[in-house]
């Protein structure tokens, strides 16, 4: 890498370290480390929740995708993009009159109790650390790709980086660093979009150069295979835990409804420009692995000067979703667990404090994780297959309808978990025999108990429910 | 100009003008918090 490249890489991470230590002085309380007192305006909101979402899987998944697969599978994951504008305009400006919620347990506890704040809390904090050891691996990846060091170097650096601002400044930190790699992502990804199709001579020789089917919006997908991953995008990731946060981080509803659904909407131009990358890599350079798509194009094609910047904004991409969930791990693990179950009357200086070590501890575990025990994130990551078939559409029942029915929620989660786990991972091919994935028969399973449960016995009174809402 | 062309140009400009914006929403809220 070139001198020049290397010092745009290093002013990005001194910019990121300065702004944590500034963002230090604004941390004065709980309020502050999770939700930045509030005081997220939606500009700022919108550019925190894109730069957490788009992620590694956003943009060097996408590319490696579309360099196989082209178009399809874009078209296919924009059911995310559409979820998000369908949350920012009916739940998250709802999510506003939970006065002092900070997660997704506060909100559950309101409406269906202790208990399911208590599930709510251990499995957000297992999928939150599951993600962040995920993209810690991703951060080693993106600085083996383009700089040839050691991944596990790389990881350590990265994460480094994200752990110190993260830790001193939380949220005020976390989305000060993301609105600065959010404008990153937003201005290098399509440059190198731009300069990577004028290299092969314009969107007409990318076209000419490429089968009619990477252009089509099934490709060769079958209705039911498309449809199945439609339904994976619009619910697998949908309100998780740091995004649901920064709903609650907003002043109102206004800024809320306004933020996320904005960000929704970036999603769609994000997902084709990063798509696009990879089919202009499938024909400069045909023999590479999908998955080096990105990265081959950043390091190959852009001119000295660009290539650490883009770098960086790479690296924007895959940090920012990881100083999001470790954030979210924090929060939740003091918020869900450590408060209501332990310590009831923990004042707000030690709740810091306890935030802050935990942050430093989780950031710490994710990496031992990443760098030795690959197997434990993969076990993580198995959560993620959980979210929308147990805690998702309860928790979407609930702010929508103000439903109260600790039974039913319970339950529903409970059903949602052991048909998925049962579909996925037991011992009968069961989406083979039902043409159903592990997702689609979970959320059947957690909607159709829950729905049941609530007949049942929503004249029962709340058990240990508690009051959020103004 | 073919749409697929256009739509490359204009997904580019709009992504590089939502920075701009952003950027000096940002840098106002910032310096009022």
Not at chain 1, 86 to 98: D, E, H, S, T
């Amino acid at each position: 890498m070139n001198s020049i490249d290397l010092l745009g890489l290093l002013v990005y991470f001194a910019i990121l370290i300065v702004i944590g230590y500034r963002s230090a002085k604004k941390v004065s309380g709980s309020a502050d480390f999770a939700v930045a007192g509030n005081k997220i305006i939606w500009p700022v909101l919108f550019a925190t929740l894109a730069a957490s979402f788009l992620g590694g899987g956003a943009s060097m998944g996408r590319a490696g995708k579309s360099f196989d697969e082209g178009y399809a599978f874009m078209f296919a994951a924009s059911a995310f993009p559409i979820a998000t504008v369908l949350a920012g305009l009916y739940i998250a400006p709802r999510l506003k009159r939970y006065t002092n919620a900070q997660t997704v347990g506060d909100i559950m506890a309101h409406h269906f109790g202790s208990s399911a704040r208590l599930f709510t809390g251990i499995f957000s904090l297992v999928f939150c650390i599951g993600i962040l050891g995920a993209q810690a691996l991703a951060v080693g990846t993106v600085f083996h790709a383009i700089l040839g060091i050691e991944v596990s170097t790389g990881i350590l650096i990265g994460m480094a980086v994200v752990l110190l601002y993260s830790t001193v400044g939380g949220m005020w930190a976390v989305i000060q660093t993301d609105v600065v790699q959010f404008l990153m992502l937003a201005v290098f990804l399509p440059l190198t979009m731009l300069i990577g199709i004028h290299d092969l001579g314009g969107p007409a020789a990318l076209v000419e150069r490429l089968p009619e089917a990477h252009f089509s919006i099934m490709g060769d997908y079958s209705v039911g295979m498309f449809v199945s991953l439609f339904i994976a995008f619009l619910l697998g990731e949908t309100l998780v835990p740091p995004y649901t946060q920064r709903a609650l981080s907003a002043p109102d509803s206004r800024h809320a409804r306004i933020g996320y659904t904005v960000a929704g909407g970036f999603g769609f131009l994000f997902y084709f420009v990063s798509a696009t990358i990879g089919l202009i890599a499938l024909v400069l350079y045909p023999n590479i692995t999908p998955d080096q798509a990105m990265p081959t194009l950043i390091r190959d094609a852009l001119p000295i000067g660009i290539t650490g910047l883009v770098l960086a904004s790479l690296l924007a991409v895959v940090m920012s979703t990881a100083d999001s969930y470790l954030n979210s791990a924090a929060v939740i693990f003091v918020g869900d667990i450590y408060k209501p179950f332990i310590e009831p009357d923990v004042s707000d200086k030690k709740r810091l404090w306890i935030e802050r070590v935990v942050n430093l501890l989780i950031g710490i575990g994710a990496v031992i994780f990443a760098l030795y025990a690959t197997s434990i994130v993969d076990a993580l990551l198995m959560s993620y297959a959980l979210w929308a078939p147990t805690i998702l559409l309860p928790f979407v029942f609930a702010v929508l309808f103000d439903l109260r029915c600790s039974r039913s929620a319970i339950a529903a989660m409970l059903a949602g978990a052991l048909v998925t786990i049962v579909w996925k991972w037991g011992p009968f091919d069961l989406q083979a025999a039902t043409g159903l994935t592990a997702l689609i028969a979970g959320v059947i399973a957690n909607i159709a108990v829950f729905t049941l449960v609530y007949r049942l016995f929503r004249a029962a009174p709340d058990i240990g429910a508690t009051s959020h809402v103004q | 100009m073919t749409a697929y062309a256009l739509a490359l140009y204009a997904v580019s400009a709009i992504s590089v003008i939502t920075a701009v914006g952003v950027g000096i929403a940002s840098w106002r809220f910032y310096r009022d918090n």
